[in-house]
């Protein structure tokens, strides 16, 4: 299949990017699309089609976190002459929007996970996947980088409909304000739905469970196997059948982004993306009596007096309180590390000095 990209505009470029290129590539360098990213090469996408590249090495050096380095999604400035095979990539512009979590395990970083994304469609099957405080984590962070999130439930053939009915309505009353669809991969009902909501230049990123049917829906909308799936009589139980991003784009012009299965999505410094998806919290959070209020234990806490009343829902306030406070820790180490960080580089920096000078 090849999809014919005319213009920049089809793969989501536009004025702002256009500025953010005048300021940070160089007058000769061209710009394009990460499709995908296999260790130092990417896959890249403009409107000469799809090609590979490689990071300069100038630029590698000057990043300062992995979060700085190109991911899926990115658009990057780069130099390529049409004899060359390889592009030469030498900086990513800035993001509009991105999805990012803790990396997973120990460490407290941060972790990219795509950029320029529209809508983050959060996946969890109707089929022993499905849970509220996991699809908040995702929502925190889908609005903490300023992304539109959605939720979708696969597997609707393996319940009862009144059951996916339940699960819906369960989000709902749960206080989460995001648009919910429904799908089954193997009856194809809801599959209309999900292709009308995919719009042409717009970018959707798809995460969840590993085994929720990511790939599976996506290959559905491609038409054909673009990506591995699971196969039904492996014996591969839990284990990841995506292990890298990638974008494709569909035949009306929108663009997909699957992902390898996630364990975990921890939160970090995502106040602001707290404060949006605990909307009918923060709304409240105006009228407690104390400014700084932690609305937990304050007289006069507009929060408590709701949450009394049953105004807000008793596990969307546990879930809050848990989230904010596990950001606020993370964040806490995050700045320290970034601190050590730093302060190492320029010990390492004097030091380096001190050589030269003797
Ligand atoms: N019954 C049913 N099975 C499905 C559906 N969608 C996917 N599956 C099956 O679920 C299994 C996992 O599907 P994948 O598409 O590989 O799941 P994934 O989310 O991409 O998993 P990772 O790549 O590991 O993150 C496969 O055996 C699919 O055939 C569905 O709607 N109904
Ligand atoms: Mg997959
Ligand atoms: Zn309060």
């Excluded at 292709?195 to 717009?202: E, F, H």
């Amino acid at each position: 299949m090849h999809i014919n990209i005319s213009k920049l505009e089809a793969l989501g470029w536009d004025d702002w990017f256009e500025e953010q290129a005048r300021a940070s590539c160089g007058p000769a360098d061209g710009v394009g699309r990460v499709a995908a990213v296999d260790r130092d090469q990417l896959l890249l996408l403009n409107e000469d089609g799809t090609f590979r590249a490689k990071l300069s090495g100038k630029y590698m050096y000057q990043s300062g976190s992995s979060t700085e380095l190109p991911c899926v999604g990115d658009w990057v400035c780069l130099e390529r002459s049409p004899a060359d095979a390889f592009g030469m990539v030498h900086g990513v512009l800035a993001r509009k929007t991105s999805l990012r979590r803790k990396a997973a395990g120990e460490s407290v970083e941060l972790q990219m996970i795509a950029a320029n994304i529209d809508v983050v469609i959060v996946v969890q099957s109707c089929h022993y996947d499905f849970n509220l405080k996991r699809l908040e984590r995702y929502l925190v962070m889908a609005r903490d980088g300023r992304a539109t999130p959605c939720v979708l439930l696969t597997k609707t053939d393996l319940v009862e409909p009144a059951f996916v009915s339940a699960l819906v309505a369960q989000i709902g009353s749960a206080g989460i304000d995001v648009p919910v669809m429904t799908l089954s991969s193997v009856t194809q009902d809801g599959m209309a739905d999900l292709r009308r909501a995919l719009k042409p230049g717009k970018t959707y990123c798809f995460v969840g469970s590993s085994g929720v049917g990511k790939s599976t829906l996506i290959n559905g909308l491609v038409g054909h196997e673009v990506l591995e799936t699971k196969t039904v009589s492996g014996t591969g139980e839990g284990r990841h059948t995506t292990v890298r991003r990638e974008l494709i784009v569909l035949a009306n012009g929108a663009m997909v982004i699957d992902n390898p299965g996630m364990r975990e999505f921890g939160v970090l410094g995502a106040s602001g993306g707290i404060e949006a998806s605990y909307a009918d919290i923060a709304a409240r959070s105006g009228h407690c009596q104390f400014r700084d209020c932690t609305h937990t234990n304050e007289p006069g806490c507009a929060v408590l007096h709701a949450l009394a009343l049953g105004e807000i829902d008793a596990a969307h306030y546990e879930n809050y309180l848990k989230l904010k406070r596990e950001s606020e820790y993370h964040q806490l180490s995050y700045v320290e590390k970034r601190k050590k960080d730093k302060d190492f580089g320029r010990f390492l920096k004097s030091a380096k000095k001190d050589l030269e000078e003797d």
